[in-house]
Nanobody, 126 residues
């Protein structure tokens, strides 16, 4: 199995920044280099939505339109960790952010991976 543990969430004022981390471990994952990785979020009363994904090698990244230019996804395969740098945060970014991993295909908006973290709360005050 694969365990994903997110950290870095918190309360921040609008315009501020946060950096989320997702550490991967488990009996079936020795390295995340073979896994597609991504981030989703779920705001109160809304469905979970795609935020960002990164290719196995980290060279190609994908973002939902609402975060383009503000969020940056990256990965350190040597540390089995994926990051989401969030700048210029807005109140509408408030949500629980989930790390997502998939060994067999690239994570995309309507194609989440099979492994999920427990989530980390991000709250942006106006």
């Amino acid at each position: 199995q694969v365990q994903l543990v997110e950290s870095g969430g918190g309360l921040v004022q609008a315009g501020g920044s946060l950096r989320l981390s997702c550490a991967a471990s488990g009996s079936t994952i020795s390295t995340i280099s073979t896994y597609g990785m991504g981030w989703f979020r779920q705001a109160p009363g809304k469905e979970r939505e795609f935020v960002s994904a990164v290719s196995r090698g980290g060279t190609t990244t994908y973002y939902t339109d609402s975060v383009k230019g503000r969020f940056t996804i990256s990965r350190d395969n040597a540390k089995n960790t994926v990051y989401l740098q969030m700048n210029s945060l807005k109140p509408e970014d408030t949500a629980v952010y989930y790390c997502n991993a998939e060994p067999t295909y690239r994570i995309a908006q309507y194609m989440p991976g099979r492994y999920w973290g427990q989530g980390t709360q991000v709250t942006v005050s106006s």
